[in-house]
């Protein structure tokens, strides 16, 4: 009878011993097939590359599809900055004078929460004014040197 519960025991201690080998077996083999994505790991890593300034000057003035915003020097500044609590397709939807950019930035900085951007405040004010001013006037120019003529009645 002792040596029953002895061996059933055992058996139990097998049981468990083979449960664990193959739960982790399973994980091995999914982290060796790439079926778990640990590339949060590095979201911290890359947040700080995303600061780093734009190098590939060839892109200048092409659309960023991945942001909505013109590719342009501080364009890597701006998206780590302000594509942190809304999409940057908010930023690029909107059209403001340089002072229109302060005024908002100081805005979210009072309500919402927006950090103190420091030295790159002047950065991300550069490339706001440069690529995201409002547009010249939809209508069309008056019309100058116009040669009127006198109506025959
Ligand atoms: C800490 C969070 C936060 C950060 C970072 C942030 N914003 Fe905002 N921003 C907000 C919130 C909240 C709103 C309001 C969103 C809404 O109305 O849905 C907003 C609204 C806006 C709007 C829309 C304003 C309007 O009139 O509708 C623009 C444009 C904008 N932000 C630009 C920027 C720019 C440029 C930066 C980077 C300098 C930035 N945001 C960074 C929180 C932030």
């Known amino acids: 009878m002792k040596d029953l519960e002895e061996i059933l025991k055992q058996m139990r201690r097998l049981m468990r011993l083979s449960l664990g080998i193959g739960a982790l077996l399973v994980v091995v083999l ?17 947040a700080e590359v995303v600061q780093a300034p734009v ?17 342009d020097k501080g364009l890597n500044v701006v998206k780590a900055n302000c594509g942190a609590c809304h999409s940057t397709f908010l930023v690029a939807q909107n059209r403001l004078t340089r002072q229109g950019w302060q005024d908002l930035i100081k805005w979210m900085q009072a309500t919402q929460n927006l950090w103190d951007l420091g030295e790159q405040e002047a950065v991300i004010l550069d490339y706001l004014e440069k690529n995201c001013a409002p547009k010249s006037s939809g209508r069309r120019k008056s019309l100058a040197n116009v040669e009127w003529y006198e109506l025959n009645e």
């Not at 060796?32 to 890359?46: G, P, R, T």
């Not at 590939?56 to 590719?71: H, K, N, R």
């Open 30 to 46: 999914a982290l060796k097939f790439n079926l778990i994505d640990l590339s949060f790991l590095h979201a911290l890593d890359e």
């Open 55 to 71: 190098a590939d000057t060839a892109l200048y003035g092409t659309l960023d599809e991945q942001s909505g915003l013109i590719v």
